[in-house]
């Protein structure tokens, strides 16, 4: 069984930075992508950013691009993501996630099978 815990939501200012970090369970870690999604209130989930399984390649929504940095170390069965430039309308609950080995589409929730429990977080402007 696969565990994904998420931290370092909070309370920032717009213009401000925050660090996301998700610790997963299990020997598997490094043989898989990851991603970051997140669901505002009232709004349907989004995909934020994935990660291919040695970090080679990384992808973002076209509205974090430039400001958010997804990353991973396999060594610590962790990824992060960098969230810099902060607006109000990145608050939302951010989820890791664990993308199935075969997919077409990494965008789509459907295409991860592990997900974690979420983490709040606030852009104040």
């Known amino acids: 069984q696969v565990q994904l815990v998420e931290s370092g939501g909070g309370l920032v200012q717009a213009g401000g930075s925050l660090r996301l970090s998700c610790a997963a369970s299990?020997?598997?870690?490094?043989?898989?992508?990851m991603g970051w999604f997140r669901q505002a209130p009232g709004k349907e989930p989004e995909f934020v950013a994935a990660i291919s399984w040695n970090g080679t390649n990384t992808y973002y929504r076209d509205s974090v691009d430039g400001r958010f940095t997804i990353s991973r170390d396999n060594a610590k069965n962790t990824m992060y993501l960098q969230m810099n430039s902060l607006k109000s309308e990145d608050t939302a609950v951010y989820y890791c996630?664990?993308?199935?080995?075969?997919?077409?589409?990494?965008?789509?929730?459907?295409?991860?099978?592990?997900w974690g429990q979420g983490t709040q977080v606030t852009v104040s402007s």
């Open positions: 996630a664990r993308r199935r080995l075969y997919g077409s589409n990494r965008s789509s929730r459907l295409e991860y099978d592990y």
């Open positions: 299990g020997r598997t870690f490094s043989s898989y992508a």
